[in-house]
């Protein structure tokens, strides 16, 4: 028997005590939706996991009126201290219960447990963790001597990272003294349900957080439009974040968006070589390549392209696709069959347009939704891979001559979110880092986040920080200038 | 010639060219006259009780300090005198630390179970080098580690054995007797591995060090770990480093052509930086190494996870770069089984699964064995036993 086939080594989904259906969570209660339901499945096997009430236009108002209520009677009266041990209680359950939080983003998502177990939840706690210690702290936070609250918050998540961005909204929404109601992804609810119950586990006041699973044109679009909501938060695609930032324009509401992007992973000839391999494996097949900083367009100096290409596709031979729940898989199933054919139909236009189509040779599952790791070599700017955001695990490698040439191209894209240098020459990493127009620029590393530091786009890839300080200043507004 | 006038030009002889005496003070120790020396001497020459012979080659001392021995391989890389040799290391692209721990780490969480982690606990045995470098080693003790090595658990007939002993020179003969018939190449029978070049600090000349090597090849060693000079490398010269690895693997040479498979100890831990650990990986292949290994086990920290990888790095590059493989040796800190099995993982995904043979992996252990028989037996039993369940060696 050869070595490298390790014996299934899945993780054991008896933690999970999952019910058949799960209603809206508004006021601190578990009441029926008002829009037909919908069943969530796990798409790795096309299994339907539970049955989930989604939120009607009327819904929406009942959260929003619960939300506004325990603004105003309970959580912006509490002082930040208050808040700060609420927090900390949600983030220690939360590392309690990470097991079971992890199997469910696994069984939901499709995204590798080995992700969800080391990388998700993990950093779903730090977050809560680090916005509890700045409850009580926000007259430093850098807005004058009395921030004030902005009240209502709705939030609007998407379904890659789904408790992940949960916690980069909620975390930093509470810790500033403001409610919220939170809309998750259609495909994925689950893990925003079961914080739900973390939420009444750690008696936080009801009404403070609301979690209303709906579709987007129907609850997504109410919440956005509601008066009662004084800041939209939205992560998602770029045309839905267009369409939100017109529906409020004229509106009071303050509004953050995280788009997409179109990443550039910029490698020097000088690049430590193996890390840097690893780093373009992290950039885009990490999460299957649904990231919106993923590192999709590969920019490699022509010198050492061939061995950059050759030691990748090497590398890529020793990932393994399959059961997102086997401790041993690298690459899961794609969220949906929608998103399996839009990666689809992008990469049979890279080809039809002349790229190298190279495809990890692998067996994939009968069921379930799948796209094998693809890398496309012989890219022209000009291709269509090369400009729009595939949100798959599909690599474009482009090629370039001089730094010069390498920041231009870098910031030839309607995005700005993330980008990617490698290089041992510190003096050449620091000026390429400083002409580049992206919200997070990586140097020797790629796909890294941590709750001190923000996270944010340029032009197409939205606007707002999310993280650290900067984090708190989307649900802050400046006492003193109101 | 008289006998008498024979054994008087011997001792001559002997104080004029190993003592050093001149002829007047030669004369006045053998109480004749210094003409009488002058004539003994030349007896001496012309009888051939004394030869002279002038040696049209370099000495190995010599060689070691003039530029680079080439070898075949540095020869087919273009390294062929000091400044190529450094170009071709300087050339080579740095290691980012925080990259390369990073990937260990990930390495590490494959989780290998069931039928797969009793293979590979099988897989390790097979791989160990059992190793005792104890100033206080004795024939008995050096017998008691082959028994072991031998037969690892007698409760359980299916233990395979393990790959060699490993052991100071002058035990060598030690291990050779006590394994009898059953010595050889590590996967048709144990073989002997023996440090050699003044282990482990290396500190001594290179005619001290060829005549350790020689010694333990003559005893019987079938495997040979030297050690390289880290003062030398840290001093930026690596022509004598680049030297005595030549050096060595010529005394590993036999009379019938073949020679002890020499393995060249880099002591990771004394080099320090990933850099300094990825060029002298490159510089004991280019100078004939067929193993690369980490350390001797007498520094600290000794084998870690993110060096092997990176040393695995360099054979698989080797490999893609010539189609030969160089084995690799993880030696000292390497206790348990789990700790192991994240070595044969990072050995089968980095370098490629070809590399799980004795002849291109080994794990340079003593108490290592212990635990992955314990291991063993549990998978056996479904009991976890204790350390009074195996044997102490």
Same mark, same amino acid.
């Given at each position: ?100 939080? /992890?199997? $469910? ?9 080995? *992700? &969800? ?5 993990? =950093?779903? @706690? ?46 930093? /929404?509470? $810790? ?9 992804? *259609? &495909? ?5 349900? =079961?914080? @739900? ?11 403070v957080v609301n979690i209303i699973p709906g579709r987007g044109e129907v609850a997504g679009q109410a919440l956005v439009e509601h008066p009662g909501v004084n800041k939209i938060a939205f992560t998602g695609s770029t045309a839905v974040g267009r369409s ?239 | ?393």
């Amino acid at each position: 028997m050869s070595f490298l086939e390790y014996a299934p080594a899945p993780e054991s989904t008896s933690i999970l005590k999952l019910q058949k259906s799960y209603g809206l969570f508004i006021n601190g209660e578990w009441v029926d939706g008002g829009d037909k339901s919908y069943t969530t499945i796990s798409p790795s096997t096309e299994k339907p996991i539970a049955e989930i009430a989604h939120a009607s236009a009327k819904d929406v108002d009942r959260a929003v009126s619960a939300a506004r209520a325990a603004y105003d009677t309970v959580w912006s009266r509490m002082s930040g201290a208050d808040r700060g041990k609420y927090l900390f209680r949600i983030a220690r359950l939360i590392q309690e219960r990470a097991r079971e939080l /992890a199997v $469910a983003e696994t069984l939901d998502n499709g995204k590798p447990i080995r *992700e &969800t177990r080391d990388v998700d939840i993990p =950093l779903v @706690a730090a977050w809560f963790f680090h916005y509890a210690g700045w409850a009580d702290k926000l007259e430093w936070a850098g807005l004058g001597p009395n921030p004030k609250a902005l009240g209502v918050a709705g939030q609007i998540i998407p379904w890659n990272f789904p408790l992940l961005m949960l916690a980069w909204k909620v975390a930093p /929404a509470l $810790a500033a003294g403001n409610t919220v109601v939170l809309k998750p992804a *259609e &495909t994925t609810p689950l893990t925003a349900l =079961l914080f @739900a119950d973390i939420c009444q586990q750690a008696g936080l006041p009801d009404g403070v957080v609301n979690i209303i699973p709906g579709r987007g044109e129907v609850a997504g679009q109410a919440l956005v439009e509601h008066p009662g909501v004084n800041k939209i938060a939205f992560t998602g695609s770029t045309a839905v974040g267009r369409s939100i930032a017109r529906t409020i324009a004229g509106t009071e509401k303050k509004l953050t968006l995280e788009l997409g992007g179109k990443g550039a992973n910029i490698v020097f000839e000088d690049a430590a070589v193996d890390e840097a391999v690893e780093g373009i494996v992290r950039g885009i097949f990490f999460n299957q390549g649904h990231v919106c900083c993923a590192g999709s367009r590969l920019l490699v100096q022509e010198n050492v392209h061939d061995e950059i290409v050759e030691k990748l596709t090497r590398r890529l031979g020793t990932l393994r696709l399959g059961d997102p729940l086997d401790k041993n898989t690298d690459i899961g199933a794609i969220n949906s069959k929608e998103q399996l054919d839009r990666i689809t139909a992008l990469a049979n236009t890279g080809e039809s347009e002349g790229a190298e189509r190279w495809t990890l040779d692998c067996e994939i599952p009968t069921n379930g939704f799948w796209f094998r790791p693809t890398v496309f070599t012989n890219v022209a700017t000009s291709n269509t891979i090369a400009r729009e955001e595939i949100f798959g695990p599909v690599l474009s490698v482009l090629t370039f001559r001089t730094a010069e040439e390498a920041i231009t191209k870098a910031n030839n894209t309607p995005y700005g979110l993330s980008a990617g240098i490698w290089t041992q020459n510190a003096s050449r990493m620091l000026r390429v880092a400083d002409e580049l127009r992206a919200g997070v620029i990586w140097a020797n590393t790629f796909n890294q986040f941590d709750p001190t530091s923000p996270f944010g786009g340029y032009k197409e890839s939205g606007y707002g920080r999310e993280g650290g300080r900067h984090g708190l200043t989307a649900y802050l507004s400046n006492g003193d200038a109101r | 010639m008289s006998n008498s006038e024979s054994d008087l030009a011997r001792r001559a002889a002997r104080l004029y060219y190993d003592d050093n005496k001149t002829q007047d003070e030669i004369g006045e120790i053998l109480d004749i006259t210094r003409w009488k020396v002058g004539r003994l001497l030349s007896l001496a020459r012309e009888s051939g009780i004394v030869s002279i012979s002038i040696s049209e080659t370099a000495t190995p001392s010599e060689r070691a300090t003039t530029g680079i021995i080439p070898t075949p391989r540095s020869v087919a890389n273009g390294v062929t005198d000091a400044a190529s040799l450094r170009g071709f290391l300087t050339n080579l692209p740095s290691v980012d630390a925080i990259g390369l721990e990073a990937r260990a780490a990930t390495l590490a969480t494959r989780s290998i179970k069931n039928e797969s982690k009793r293979a590979a606990l099988d897989t390790i045995i097979r791989l160990v080098d059992l190793t005792t470098l104890e100033g206080a080693d004795t024939p008995g003790k050096v017998k008691s580690l082959v028994a072991k090595a031998l037969v690892p658990d007698a409760s359980d007939p299916t233990t395979p054995r393990v790959a060699a002993v490993c052991v100071y020179p002058d035990m060598v003969e030690h291990a050779v007797r006590a394994l009898g018939t059953s010595i050889g190449d590590g996967e048709t029978g144990i073989s002997v591995a023996s440090v050699a070049t003044a282990f482990p600090s290396g500190r001594s000349s290179i005619d001290i060090k060829l005549a350790d090597t020689r010694f333990a090849v003559d005893q019987g060693a079938t495997e040979i770990d030297m050690v390289i000079d880290r003062g030398a490398f840290l001093s930026g010269d690596l022509e004598t480093v680049f030297n005595q690895i030549v050096l060595v693997r010529e005394a590993c040479n036999r009379a019938d052509g073949s020679h002890a498979h020499l393995k060249v100890i880099l002591e990771t831990g004394e080099l320090r930086t990933y850099d300094n650990i990825k060029r002298a990986s490159w510089l004991a292949i280019l100078a004939g190494a067929d193993f690369i290994k980490t350390s001797t086990g007498k520094v600290q920290p000794a084998a870690t996870l993110p060096t092997t990888v990176l040393m695995l790095e360099v054979v698989r590059d080797w490999f893609h770069l010539t189609g030969e493989r160089i084995g690799v040796k993880p030696a000292g800190g390497i206790r348990q089984s789990k700790d192991a099995i994240r070595y044969l993982v990072a050995v089968a995904e980095v370098a490629g699964e070809e590399w799980l043979t004795p002849h291109l992996f080994r794990f340079g252990a003593s108490s290592l064995l212990n635990d992955v028989l314990l291991q063993r037996q549990k998978m056996t039993t479904g009991r976890y036993s204790g350390p009074d369940y195996v044997t102490v060696d």
